[in-house]
């Protein structure tokens, strides 16, 4: 998928850890304990990350090297280049 400049987290988030883990969105929304169609709207750019998403994210990929730290960049980072 083409990113925007700047990317949404959530365009991050798919490229660098749902994709690469072959999980669908039901498999990854499961995960997080939450419904396919939030997840969906992070992903797709309609929804930003919560600080409850954010903890959610933070410890569902902590075995694939996700961080409270890396999920804190990039809502700060996308917050502040827009």
Do not use: W
Not at 1 to 29: C, F, S, W
Not at 38 to 45: A, D, E, F, K, W
Not at 47 to 68: C, D, H, Q, W
């Amino acid at each position: 998928m083409p990113m925007k400049n700047p990317p949404h987290p959530g365009e991050i988030i798919r490229d660098l850890y749902i994709e690469p883990l072959e999980l669908t969105v039901t498999q990854a929304a499961a995960g997080l304990g939450v419904s396919r169609k939030t997840l969906s709207l992070l992903l797709n750019g309609h929804a930003g990350i919560s600080p409850e998403m954010a903890v959610r994210l933070s410890n569902f990929y902590k075995s694939v090297t996700a961080s409270p730290r890396l999920v804190h960049f990039l809502v700060l980072c996308y917050g502040n280049c827009i």
